[in-house]
């Protein structure tokens, strides 16, 4: 494989720390309620808790987001994650309503961000799954088919364009040594 045209960056995707991080306290400070870790969830919770009317402190030992939310690329799910199949077969009853949560979930934090005009950039792009051979494909059209049926809005395009997914032929696979061509598969939750 030739690597002349490849440029290497060191950039890792993951967010670095913001410019406007309050010094640490020097003081006692008095509140209604301490929310102990600036995570997504001291953050929503200190947030949720300050709408209603509390006198909130949240108190991170770093700076908010610092751990292992801003180590997840920024993605936001609109769908559960792990194996769809074997959670649909054990959850039959409460799989719906399962996915109906991941979907509004992730439709609460975009209007969330817009409400406080949080500055993140944030691009809604649905999920994309890449598929390389064919029993792969078939695995994207059960969770396709089982995702739809419990109410997502999801789409399934076939291999680069083709809607029932058949195969391309690269033109340059002529060579014996070539692996088969790449399929593509994109389950967009809405």
């Not at 929310?35 to 991170?60: K, N, P």
């Not at 991941?102 to 809604?124: K, P, Q, T, V």
Request: aromatic share 4%; proline share 5%; hydrophobic share 35%.
């Amino acid at each position: 494989m030739r690597t002349d045209h490849v440029e290497c960056t060191t950039f890792t995707g993951w967010a670095g720390p913001p410019g406007d991080v309050r010094p640490a306290l020097d003081d006692d400070v008095t509140c209604e309620v301490a929310v102990i870790g600036g995570g997504l969830a001291g953050m929503s919770t200190a947030l949720r808790l300050a709408e209603r009317g509390r006198d909130v402190v949240l108190l991170e030992a770093e700076s908010c987001g610092h751990g292992s939310a801003s180590r997840n690329a920024g993605q936001v799910a609109g769908a559960p994650g792990g194996d769809i199949q074997l959670l649909s077969m054990l959850h039959r009853k409460t799989f719906p309503g399962i996915v109906r949560f991941a979907e509004n979930s992730a439709h609460f934090l975009e209007r969330l961000i817009e409400r406080l005009a949080i500055d993140c950039d944030h691009e809604a792009t649905g999920n994309v799954c890449a598929t390389v051979s064919r029993g792969q494909m078939g695995r994207v059209r059960r969770v396709t088919k089982l995702l739809r049926k419990a109410g997502a809005d999801v789409e399934l395009h076939g291999t680069a364009g083709h809607p029932d997914g058949r195969p391309l032929q690269r033109p340059d696979q002529r060579e014996p040594t070539e692996r088969p061509a790449w399929r593509r598969s994109e389950l967009r939750h809405g």
